[in-house]
């Protein structure tokens, strides 16, 4: 089945700890995305990746980083300096960037609820 | 930068009756998608129906349409027939076309809560 997966489904960070959550997808996708989604509200974007090696910055960027060594793997990783992390997070994909023809709809991963201790 | 607009935070509907959700975005820009993602109490964000800026039909997927006024910048979806199973959040979403933008970034509105009653 093709899909994106995400691990843990819920995490529980202490306090100065970071940590690191997992998407993988087999989609054959070439972009993927990280949102933040805090109760009652929207989605936000924290970090996106168009290409392998490459990222660029969402609007929420501060305190997360993220690696792209492989087309199908973009974990996210909630450092010490994120002040807030308490959320859902959700990470997404879509086809080749820069190609017509319907190829903008994200699709999403089943998600990761983060709690600080 | 882009804004979505969801201005109804939560709307009930009897089962089988119709429901509609606004949604007004801003841009300056011409070519974009406009979407509206679903997401039950699983909390996983389901596609329900896409619309590219420059085909003026509206799309419609089964009991979900939605009514596009590009000058109006609006994109309203309609949930005819309300089943208990569409209970959930609704998402619309803006994205520029990727020919354009630097990214496919999706800019969401706040959501609109809907409860299905029996």
């Known amino acids: 089945d093709g899909g994106i997966t995400q691990s843990p489904k819920y995490l529980f960070r202490k306090e100065g700890q970071n940590v690191t959550l997992s998407c993988e997808q087999n989609l054959n996708h070439d972009a993927m995305y990280w949102y933040r989604q805090d109760p009652g509200q929207g989605l936000r974007l924290i970090y996106y990746s168009q290409i392998v090696n490459d990222f660029q910055k969402g609007d929420i960027a501060e305190g997360y980083s993220v690696s792209r060594e492989k087309k199908e793997s973009f974990p996210l990783t909630v450092t010490s300096a994120q002040k807030n992390p308490t959320a859902f997070y959700l990470c997404?994909?879509?086809?080749?960037?820069?190609?017509?023809?319907?190829?903008?709809?994200?699709?999403f991963g089943p998600g990761t609820r983060l709690l600080v201790l | 930068a882009q804004t979505v607009t969801q201005s109804q935070p939560e709307m009930s509907v009897q089962e089988a009756e119709t429901v509609t959700l606004s949604c007004t975005y801003d841009t300056s820009e011409s070519n974009y998608y406009l979407f509206w993602y679903k997401q039950p109490p699983s909390r996983q964000m389901i596609l329900v129906i896409r619309q590219e800026a420059y085909k003026q039909q509206n799309a419609t997927e089964n009991r979900f349409s939605v009514n596009f006024q590009k000058a109006a910048k609006s994109f309203s979806l309609k949930i005819s027939d309300s089943q208990l199973g569409d209970t959930a959040m609704y998402f619309c979403?803006?994205?520029?076309?990727?020919?354009?933008?630097?990214?496919?970034?999706?800019?969401f509105g706040g959501g609109t809560r809907v409860l299905v009653k029996p």
């Open positions: 979403a803006f994205t520029l076309s990727l020919i354009k933008a630097a990214g496919n970034k999706l800019t």
């Open positions: 997404a994909s879509s086809p080749r960037w820069g190609k017509r023809g319907g190829l903008e709809t994200q699709y």
